[in-house]
């Protein structure tokens, strides 16, 4: 490999400025490869720069999962209480008149139903 100057194939997917530091430490001639301390640095560079364009697709996608939580509160509780929710307020609770709820069983009404 050496002698014939033969490298591995880098991907086409690899960010370039790692397909460089690759082919500097690659180099025929070991003065011109970076030292250790060089390679870190370059690593560490090449990795803030990965994390920053990742980060904001996150940003993005939070965004949208916030807007999906607010609708369906929205949907699901009154006006009022989801509002407070979302401003990150106490919701009270409320009183009203009693009610009557009647839970009622017709017989045969699956069958009629279907």
Same mark, same amino acid.
């Given at each position: 490999?050496?002698?014939? *100057? @033969? @490298?591995?194939?880098?991907?086409?997917?690899?960010?370039?400025?790692? @397909?460089?530091?690759?082919?500097?430490?690659?180099?025929?001639?070991?003065?011109?490869?970076?030292?250790?301390?060089?390679? @870190?640095?370059?690593?560490?560079?090449? *990795?803030?720069?990965?994390?920053?364009?990742?980060?904001?697709?996150?940003?993005?996608?939070?965004?949208?999962?916030?807007?999906?939580?607010?609708?369906?509160?929205?949907?699901?509780?009154?006006?009022?209480?989801?509002?407070?929710?979302?401003? *990150?307020?106490?919701?009270?609770?409320?009183? %009203?008149?009693?009610?009557?709820?009647?839970?009622?069983?017709?017989? *045969? %009404?699956?069958?009629?139903?279907?």
């Amino acid at each position: 490999v050496k002698e014939l *100057g @033969r @490298r591995p194939i880098i991907p086409k997917e690899v960010p370039a400025e790692l @397909r460089d530091l690759m082919a500097d430490c690659w180099s025929q001639n070991p003065k011109d490869r970076p030292n250790i301390r060089q390679v @870190r640095e370059r690593l560490e560079a090449i *990795g803030k720069k990965e994390s920053a364009m990742n980060a904001a697709p996150t940003n993005v996608n939070m965004e949208l999962n916030e807007k999906k939580n607010t609708n369906l509160l929205h949907q699901i509780l009154p006006p009022k209480v989801a509002a407070r929710l979302c401003e *990150g307020l106490k919701v009270e609770p409320e009183e %009203y008149d009693p009610v009557t709820v009647v839970f009622s069983d017709i017989v *045969g %009404y699956t069958d009629l139903s279907s």
